[in-house]
């Protein structure tokens, strides 16, 4: 690697032999993980007997390249042909990957899609019981597609348009803003979380909401 002292920072540096010619090769930053692999993901779920009965697949809407971008519903038994008990009391709102190059974010995605609707799970169990997960895994499919790091397909970092999102240009951020100030309305709306990756810090933290009250401090 090359450093610059004065500014503190550098280049890696490295060489590739290529063991067979004429090959396609990809390098990443990250390990992907592809639009594709989030639709087939969610097809996983729902093709299996026991997990299928929790999610509830729906579109948010339409991305400017006209690629769905997928909005899952879990709780206990949402798709179920008979829903019992009682109506979840909380509505949590979980979102990723409006940074296509994030892809680490897109794996703890996920994570937390497989172990919300684990049926032999008994804290999935409570967590479904209790709450009406909203997820938005993938907030930016048409950055992700065509291999942008941290644009849109209208070179827009979306992350830096949730103040005023524009219907046409931003339609992935217009639509999650407008649902998560209709769950708020509701009244249920307990967490909004946005999973990201970082260049360079290490290891898992959140950043909260500056408010005068401790509730953000002890959510973790």
């Known amino acids: 690697g090359i450093r610059d002292r004065k500014k503190n920072c550098g280049a890696l540096t490295f060489d590739f032999r290529f063991d067979h010619g004429h090959d396609d090769c990809y390098i990443a930053m990250c390990y992907p993980y592809t639009y594709s692999h ?10 299996n007997i026991y997990t299928q009965n929790h999610l509830k697949m729906k579109e948010l809407c339409r991305t400017l390249a006209g690629n769905a971008c997928p909005y899952l519903q879990i709780s206990q038994g949402i798709s179920a042909p008979i829903r019992t ?5 909380h509505d949590i709102v979980v979102m990723a990957r409006v940074h296509p190059g994030e892809t680490n974010a897109s794996w703890m995605m996920k994570g937390l899609l497989h172990f919300l609707v684990d049926d032999s799970d008994k804290e999935a169990t409570e967590l479904r019981n209790k709450c009406t997960f909203h997820i938005i895994p993938m907030l930016n499919p048409d ?5 942008n790091y941290r644009c849109s397909l209208a070179c827009v970092d979306l ?3 949730w103040d005023k999102p524009n219907r046409n240009t931003h339609p992935t951020v217009y639509y999650a803003k407008d649902l998560i100030a209709n769950l708020k309305e509701r009244g249920k709306l307990a967490v909004v979380v946005d999973l990201h990756g970082h260049s360079k810090k290490m290891n898992i933290f959140m950043y909260g909401c500056k408010t005068s009250t401790l509730l953000e401090k002890v959510l973790p």
């Open 159 to 161: 992350n830096r348009c």
């Open 38 to 47: 989030l639709l087939n993901d969610i097809r996983g779920i729902k093709r």
């Open 143 to 147: 950055g992700v597609i065509n291999g």
């Open 85 to 89: 008990g009682e109506s979840p009391e």
